[in-house]
Antibody
Framework: EVQLMESGGGLVQPGGSLRLSCAAS????????MSWVRQTPGKGLEWVAR????????FSADSVKGRFTISRDNVQNSLYLQMNSLRVDDTAVYYCARDFGRLGLDYWGQGVLVTVSS | QSALTQPASVSGSPGQSITISCTATNIDVGGYHYVSWYQQHPGKAPKFLIS???DRPSEISNRFSASKSGNTASLTISGLQAEDEADYYCSSYITGSTRLFGGGTKVTVL
């Protein structure tokens, strides 16, 4: 059974940093692109970033470019999102998802809440 | 600015069919762009439903179908049921590049 479990969320002040983790199990983690998607409370989904199987390539949304960094550890079967220079509008539930390319984001974690507030 | 536009809400009675549209604007389609659909119930994580280039996962009802014509993709729910009441999102993927989500459509079963 494919499972994705996010952790590392919490309350952080504007300008601060936070690192999210996503533990993957039940599939060959190193064979798939992975993505982060976020959802502001009560609003829609926003794709944040995605990373290639071996970590050699990644893409991110303009709204987080230069502040957020996606990475992965294929030995630990883990995906990460390093978030720096956090802003109030980064407050959201962050989901990790298995990224099956043209077929879509086929498995999602349960999400972790990040609150940026003073 | 690239965007995917969905209607804010769609409603229907049990047993009816409804269609949710997803129109792409200013998306660089130098590569083909693929559209996938997601269902989200309140307080739950999104769930993958279907894409325009694949069959549904086995656990997804065959009442859900997807199509695309030009820059507009559509999700049709046939035989609407109470459990279909949820938010639905389309997402576009440009080969080897980024993803984009539509604003979401709230489906209400009357």
């Amino acid at each position: 059974e494919v499972q994705l479990m996010e952790s590392g969320g919490g309350l952080v002040q504007p300008g601060g940093s936070l690192r999210l983790s996503c533990a993957a199990s039940g599939f060959s983690f190193s064979s798939y692109w992975m993505s982060w998607v976020r959802q502001t409370p009560g609003k829609g989904l926003e794709w944040v970033a995605r990373i290639k199987q071996d970590g050699s390539e990644n893409f991110s949304a303009d709204s987080v470019k230069g502040r957020f960094t996606i990475s992965r550890d294929n030995v630990q079967n883990s995906l990460y999102l390093q978030m720096n220079s956090l802003r109030v509008d980064d407050t959201a539930v962050y989901y990790c998802a298995r990224d099956f390319g043209r077929l879509g984001l086929d498995y999602w974690g349960q999400g972790v809440l990040v609150t940026v507030s003073s | 600015q690239s965007a995917l536009t969905q209607p804010a809400s769609v409603s229907g009675s049990p047993g009816q069919s409804i269609t949710i549209s997803c129109t792409a604007t200013n998306i660089d389609v130098g590569g083909y762009h693929y559209v996938s659909w997601y269902q989200q119930h309140p307080g739950k994580a999104p769930k993958f439903l279907i894409s325009d280039v694949s069959d549904r996962p086995s656990e997804i009802s065959n009442r859900f179908s997807a199509s695309k014509s030009g820059n507009t993709a559509s999700l049709t729910i046939s035989g609407l049921q109470a459990e279909d009441e949820a938010d639905y999102y389309c997402s576009s993927y440009i080969t080897g590049s980024t993803r984009l989500f539509g604003g979401g459509t709230k489906v209400t079963v009357l």
